[in-house]
């Protein structure tokens, strides 16, 4: 046993005193919040059966064999439950001896116990119990709280506090069930106890309330089970009783019936006793914390009223209990949520409760089912769980409606949820059979069971119209319906075998529905993955799994081997059915065509796929036919030389065919026909189609390609379609080439004719790039992007040096072309792409499948970008679109700004400034130089500007370089072009800074103040002092300079309105005067020197350093103290300070007109001092009234809480209002804030008050104020 530590001497107190609760003394609540529990009469003493004799011969105040001292005993107790390594029913025995010494003694260690559990270092001494009332302890215990933390047990983390919580409420439940005999019914261990309780679950400190609800409720659930057992005790006892009675009088033993009398007489009583226990907890705790301000504790209430109404459903399980659980359900956290329908799921799944949830059943349905579309994944699982259990009960309580929207979350990209819903409709469709099936023998094929099922699955999979999705649905009841999906023989049976009579046969629609769930139940079989987006990657198969795995790919094997030819046959000119059946085969376990002697079976598959491929010319199934030939061509197998004879003849026929129907179709003086077009077409696509997964190289495509697309650009009469399926093949034909020479293996002039192959082929298509023909340009641009990306420099990479001769490097003319065809084809409106007719739905479809395109053309472009195979710098026409197309390419862009500034930073800032000189100069050809600057365009830019800025992240320091190069480009270009009109006026470029001063917040400190120099270099003495509105922008960039303002990106329009948050931040943030350190100063210098010095030879205009005056609509101006004069203002070198100490010093001229500098700022002063006194007095006045107001809030704030600190972390609003954070339980139900010192009138119910039926809603909540009709 751990010896306990010593406590506060604090707790010493008579231990020969025989404390009783008085109503005076005890933990009585003045107010009427602690309910008192009893009868008025004390039962002493009195022992169950269970407790007869224990303890005897163990000493007074011994515990475990260890002495109890001051107390101690609270200590044990908590170190006891918190480690969890004692059994805790001795514990809880040992408790129990030192209760009937003295119970005091014990209530005493058992509240300091509940006290610790909450995590407060506070004791209740001997001299606080006798003498405190209950709300003075607790604000005691609330002082003692540690203020550096808000951990306490039930939230600590740590190996040590893992098994806190069930330690914890084991104990309670233990010590109930201990003592549920007589300790119980003495009318003071539980009256104390759940005084105490109730008490702390009213406190504003949350570890109080946490704590002492979950222990509140777990003692409710404990009673539940005493209750329970004294209901059987006295059903027991009546039976007897009756039994007894009604014997003849000559039988008949008076004694027993006496006995038997007061036996239920006294069961009568404790039960009356229990109920008022619960009746107090329920109104004192429940009632008010199951729509706590905390949700785990709301979850806790909820949780444990389910456990209740399972378990004594004939006294809880009613609509005064329900209605609780119903409001909760609108509850705005989801695990609050989640925990009322965990509860009403045990419930249901009782069919002998049924009959008392029909009206809850029926008000609360509806919230039920919406929340199958809840937030929580979690939450929508279990509440179509529940409707599975509600559907489980009865088949009339939801409607058609109801079951259809679970039924299209069979479709749900989330697993849990997909499969939940699979289960519902199976429960729903799939698990009602006829009682005859049962006792009819077990038949095959279409004569079976699931027949009927695999047609109800097939007509469901074309009601939902998501044709696309089957694997989805097939995965969605993989789990519950697997001996129907597997049922392959009966699918096949269905497709090939005639009707029974009477039957109706499937239609074509409903054929070819089947065929593609049968595909998605063999690929499910044999891969045992969830469809892509189903599953977060390939999990490892157990054995048990794997086993499944063989055994299911060995019989799906064995029944298509002989099937399939035939159901090919069958379905040979339906080119939707052929390309699902030519799949299975890929799915084959091909040893089983040897082992099991089915050679036959593979040649004629193999002549039912030669005559698809000389029937079709569907790109579809000619790909299936490559890949079906892919598949079975495997070395390892010795099936391999069978079918690698059967391809070569195929495409042996193929290639000769082609290169006659070539040579005749390219004969000069001749027009070729439509016929000769489609013969050369049609092979063409069977060649292109094989290419792509086997390797044609022994035949030479690339000379027959290559003459095809040369004659079209001579001609230019070329079908399109036969250029895009010969562009198509000469790539595979390049690709093929290059895996060769990579593998090693090659000769040297395999690698020059690649070489030569691969740039005429980039020539050839950089003609078609300009073709007319927008399908053929899409085909060769990307084409083009996938060759340039894989013979760029990155092929050189891994060890791989010996390809450097195949490096391709694009000339500028070939980038352009890019470029122009992105602009032209991928940056243009919806309308313009739009060529659908066939109704609204097709031509979104439509839409939908464009804009898909383009993506895809725009990635590919981007990939050149950020591998560098074009320059970073044609990324400018890219980025500058990134407003008006950003819902449709946002992300696009956006990752590719993120990966080139990964490459360069300084390239990447450059090239996003030239992105917006672009635009600034396309707005300028457009609106002419006297453009508005509140325009949509100019305010555009502007905003791109300021999404620019925010890509750059937090961190200052790493884009420093990047973000300096991007002003020094920004201010050259507004400086670029004067204007025609005279030096006067400003550069037409100039309003260029107002877009520039978006990235002004970005500068670090110092570099704020290099740029500022920089800037002064292009500007002349008149432009610092001229005031007009064309000269705003520099205004407003040289204020955004200013080193330590508040406002980096002030605008002439953000000026105005924060003038008077800039005085008071101002004011607010005095200068700290911290030291620089000095390698900030050397980077600062440094990294003036360097790009600054790169202009030194540059011819500027020579000019005084500007003074910082600034328009007195932009902001309030910083006010001179008197020794500063105007030299604060106007900074100026220790040179120029010494001329103008001596004023007489001749001065030279460098403008036209001679300018009195000094008189003409004195003046501005005189009256901007003037206009600025006036404002001050305005501000101070605004920010007392501001402070009085603030302090009168703070203080109404405040009121008279039990803390002094209203910002008192473990101190909180303990109910949910309408006014506090969270948002109500129940839509369109408003409660009332409660609060712990209203009157008892009001806010809760003297015990005195209580009535038997203490569960009456009425007197819970009020139906007006809920807003929703009650039961």
């Known amino acids: ?29 003045p107010d009427g919040r602690n309910v008192i529990i009893g009868k008025g009469k004390a039962k002493k003493g009195k022992k169950g059966p269970g407790e007869k004799g224990k303890g005897a011969g163990k000493g007074a105040g011994r515990m475990n064999g260890h002495h109890q001292e001051n107390g101690m005993e609270n200590v044990m107790l908590f170190e006891v439950v918190r480690l969890g390594k004692s059994a805790m029913q001795s514990v809880v025995d040992d408790w129990i001896e030192s209760y009937k010494h003295d119970r005091d003694v014990a209530l005493l260690d058992l509240i300091n116990f509940f006290i610790q559990c909450s995590g407060c270092k506070g004791v209740v001494t001997g001299e606080m119990f006798r003498n405190m ?78 704590t002492s609800t979950l222990a509140a409720m ?79 504790i709301r979850a806790i209430c909820i949780e444990e009223i389910g456990v209740w109404m399972k378990m004594y459903s004939d006294a809880f399980l009613n609509d005064s209990y329900l209605k609780y659980v119903g409001w909760t359900m609108h509850d705005k956290q989801g695990e609050v949520r ?81 499969v939940a819903a699979g289960e519902f409709l199976f429960k729903k469709l799939f698990s009602h059979r006829d009682p005859e099936d049962d006792s009819m023998p077990k038949r095959r094929g279409r004569q079976s069971m699931n027949a009927n099922l695999i047609k109800t699955a097939v007509f469901f999979f074309l009601e939902s119209e998501l044709h696309e999705h089957a694997a989805y649905l097939v995965d969605s009841m993989w789990e519950c319906a697997a001996e129907i999906l597997k049922d392959w023989e009966c699918m096949i049976s269905l497709l090939l075998d005639e009707p029974l009579p009477g039957e109706e046969a499937l239609s074509d629609r409903q054929e070819t529905a089947l065929i593609e769930i049968m595909l998605c139940t063999i690929r499910q079989a044999a891969e045992c993955h969830p469809p892509v987006g189903r599953g977060t990657g390939k999990r490892v198969l157990t054995a048990k799994e794997k086993k499944t795995q063989l055994d299911d790919r060995t019989r799906m094997t064995e029944l298509f081997a002989i099937a399939l030819p035939a159901l090919l046959a069958k379905y040979s000119v339906d080119a939707e059915k052929v390309t699902n059946l030519l799949q299975l085969a890929q799915f084959f376990d091909l040893e089983i065509y040897t082992t099991g002697r089915l050679e036959k079976h593979l040649d004629a598959l193999l002549r039912q796929i030669r005559e698809i491929v000389e029937k079709h010319t569907d790109t579809d199934v000619l790909e299936a036919c490559s890949k079906t ?54 092979t063409l696509k069977r060649i292109t189609a094989f290419h792509n997964a086997h390797d044609l190289s022994k035949w030479d495509l690339f000379t027959s390609n290559y003459k095809l697309l040369n004659t079209g650009i001579e001609n230019g009469d070329m079908p399109e379609q036969i250029v895009i399926h010969a562009l198509q093949c000469t790539h595979y034909v390049i690709l093929w080439s290059l895996a ?69 490097t694009s000339e500028m003319s070939l980038q352009s072309d890019l470029l122009n065809f992105i602009l032209d084809h991928v940056f243009i409106d919806q309308d313009e792409d739009s060529n659908s007719t066939d109704g609204q739905q097709d031509d979104e479809a439509g839409k939908i499948e464009a804009l898909h395109k383009r993506r895809n053309l725009l990635a ?243 000019m005084m350093p500007s003074p910082h005056l600034t328009s007195t609509v932009m902001r309030e101006p910083k006010r001179l103290r008197p020794e500063e004069s105007y030299m604060g203002v106007y900074s100026m070198t220790p040179d120029q300070q010494q001329q103008h100490t001596h004023p007489q010093t001749p001065q030279p001229q460098h403008h036209q007109s001679p300018i009195d500098y000094n008189t003409q700022v004195t003046w501005m002063l005189a009256q901007r ?37 209203d910002e008192e972390p473990i101190v909180e609003d303990v109910m949910m209002s309408s006014e506090g954070r969270i948002e109500d339980l129940n839509e369109g139900m408003d409660f009332d804030t409660m609060d712990i010192d209203l009157p008892p009138s009001k806010n809760r119910r003297e015990r005195s008050e209580l009535k038997p039926d203490f569960f009456d809603p009425a007197s819970i909540m009020d139906e007006s104020v809920l807003g929703v009709p009650m039961f």
Request: aromatic share 8%; proline share 2%.
């Open 338 to 418: 989640l925990k009322c329908l965990t509860a009403l799921q045990g419930l249901y799944y009782n069919r002998e409760l049924n009959a008392k949830l029909e009206l809850f059943t029926s008000r609360f349905k509806d919230r039920i089912v919406s929340m199958t579309l809840d937030k929580e994944y979690d939450v929508a699982v279990q509440a179509i769980k529940l409707l599975t259990l509600v559907l489980h009960s009865s088949d009339e309580v939801l409607t058609a409606e109801d079951c259809e929207s679970v039924y299209h979350l069979v479709y749900s990209a989330h697993r849990p949820v997909a």
């Open 218 to 296: 777990k003692l409710m659930t404990a009673l539940v089970n005493v209750a329970l057992n004294l209901s059987i005790n006295m059903d027991n006892t009546q039976r007897q009783y009756e039994a007894e009675r009604n014997k003849i009088i000559g039988k008949r033993a008076n004694d027993r019936l006496e006995l038997l009398l007061q036996k239920r007489k006294e069961l009568q009583e404790n039960q009356d006793e229990i109920e008022n226990m619960m009746n107090a907890i329920f109104k004192g705790v429940f009632v008010h914390r199951y729509r706590d301000a905390i949700a785990e």
């Open 133 to 210: 009332q209950n709300s003075e302890i607790i604000r005691k215990m609330t002082e003692e709280f540690d203020e550096d933390s808000g951990d306490y047990p039930l939230t600590m983390a740590g190996p040590q506090w893992k098994k806190f919580k069930s330690s914890f409420c084991e104990f309670i439940g233990v010590l109930v069930r201990q003592c549920q005999y007589s300790i119980i019914y003495d009318e003071y261990m539980m009256d104390t106890v759940i005084s105490l309780l109730t008490g702390l679950s009213d406190s504003q400190v949350r570890a109080f309330r946490h």
């Open 740 to 808: 060769k020479v990579s593998e090693g293996t090659s000769k040297k002039e395999d690698m020059l004719t690649l070489r030569k192959q691969m740039r005429a082929f980039c020539l050839m298509c950089q003609r078609y790039l300009t073709s007319v023909n927008t399908a053929v340009k899409e085909q060769t641009f990307t084409i083009l992007c996938d060759l340039l990306l894989i013979f760029s420099h990155q092929i050189i990479s891994g060890g791989r040096e010996a390809l450097e001769p195949l490096v391709y």
């Open 1169 to 1205: 001092q003037q206009q600025e006194e006036v404002a001050r007095q305005q501000q101070e006045r605004a920010m007392n009234y501001a402070k009085l107001r603030s302090n009168l809030q703070h203080a109404i704030r405040r009121g008279t809480g039990l803390m002094e600190d």
């Open 1 to 29: 046993m751990i010896a306990a530590p010593e406590l506060h001497t604090e707790f010493h107190f008579a231990q020969d005193t025989d404390t009783r609760f008085s109503s005076d003394t005890d933990f009585d609540d």
């Open 860 to 1102: 590919a472009y981007c990939k050149l970008i950020i591998y560098n195979v074009v320059e970073i710098n044609t990324g400018a026409d890219i980025f500058k679109q990134y407003m008006r197309y950003y819902n449709d390419y946002g992300d696009i862009i956006k990752e590719t700004m993120s990966k080139t500034r990964q490459i360069d930073k300084i390239q990447c800032a450059k090239t996003l400034i030239l992105s917006l000189q672009q635009l600034f100069n396309e707005m300028l050809s457009d609106l002419g130089p006297s453009f508005d600057r509140s325009s949509s365009s100019f305010c555009g830019i502007k905003e791109l500007a300021r999404r620019f800025s925010l890509t750059f992240g937090l961190d200052q320091l790493k884009t420093r370089e990047a973000i300096a190069m991007l002003h020094k480009d920004g201010i050259e270009f507004a400086f670029k072009e004067s204007n025609p009109q005279g030096e006067g006026h400003p550069p037409l470029n100039l309003a260029f800074l107002d877009i520039l001063s978006e990235f002004s917040s970005k500068l670090m400190r110092q570099d704020k103040r290099t740029v500022h120099m920089y800037l002064e270099r292009f500007m002349t003495f008149q432009m610092a002092l001229q005031r007009e509105d064309c000269w705003l922008p520099l205004i407003s960039y040289r204020n955004s300079l200013q080193a330590g303002g508040d406002d980096d990106t002030m605008s002439v329009v953000s000026g105005i309105s924060s003038r008077g948050s800039s005085v008071r931040s101002k004011k607010a943030k005095p200068a700290t005067g911290k030291r620089k350190l000095p390698e900030e100063e050397s980077s600062s210098s440094s990294s003036t020197e360097v790009w600054m010095n790169r202009e030194q030879s540059m011819q500027m205009p020579v």
């Open 629 to 682: 030939y892919h598949s079975l061509c495997n070395e390892e197998f010795t099936i391999f030389n069978r079918v690698d004879i059967a391809r070569s003849q195929l495409l042996d026929e193929q290639v000769d065919k082609f290169n006659k129907l070539l040579e005749d179709f390219l004969q000069e003086g001749e027009d070729p026909d439509e016929d000769d077009a489609y013969q050369v077409l049609s």
